[in-house]
């Protein structure tokens, strides 16, 4: 199913006078819809390298980061932590007027994840619970 199904509907437009009557049109008159506001939030994956949004931007409600609050951007040596990127799309977004959703923070795409978490022994669950925890909440904190 695609957002032609689920996201337009069939509108019925009825003209009529200031007293109420029917009014029609006469063939070929032309009638203009603006829609002053919509009710599906609309948003953009923006990067540091595609910062600028076009024009259409103002149709936009949100963006959000496509790899800088990810763990192997934010953490790719271990203890090392960056969020320079993150701050920077983040400052941005706020000059814009724009807020930023959330994204997926674990990621277990195999080319994604950090070595030094691959590193870890596969059996040793402890070690590896030991960094998740510790990585969680990071990036709500750093907003408050």
């Known amino acids: 199913m695609d957002c032609t199904q689920v996201r337009k509907r069939d509108v019925v437009l009825s003209f009529g006078s200031a007293l109420g009557a029917e009014v029609s049109g006469?063939?070929?008159s032309s009638v203009?819809?603006?829609q002053l506001d919509n009710g599906f939030p609309?948003?953009?994956?923006?990067?540091?390298?595609?910062?600028?949004?076009?024009s259409s931007?103002?149709?936009l409600d949100w963006a959000v980061f496509e790899n800088e609050l990810k763990?192997?951007?934010?953490?790719a040596q271990r203890g090392q932590l960056n969020y320079?990127?993150?701050?920077?799309?983040?400052?941005?977004?706020?000059?814009?007027?724009?807020p930023v959703r959330g994204h997926c923070i674990f990621w277990a795409v195999d080319g994604a994840v950090q070595?030094?978490?691959?590193?870890?022994?596969?059996?040793?669950?402890d070690q590896l619970m030991s960094v998740v925890p510790l990585r969680r909440p990071v990036p709500a904190l750093r907003r408050e």
Not at 42 to 54: F, Y
Not at 71 to 75: A, L
Not at 84 to 98: E, I, S, T
């Open 115 to 125: 070595q030094w978490i691959k590193d870890i022994p596969a059996g040793d669950r």
């Open 26 to 28: 006469e063939p070929g």
């Open 84 to 98: 320079g990127d993150a701050d920077r799309l983040l400052d941005f977004c706020d000059r814009a007027g724009k």
């Open 32 to 34: 203009r819809v603006v």
């Open 42 to 54: 609309l948003g953009s994956c923006i990067n540091g390298t595609r910062r600028s949004w076009s």
């Open 57 to 59: 931007a103002t149709h």
């Open 71 to 75: 763990w192997y951007w934010t953490e």
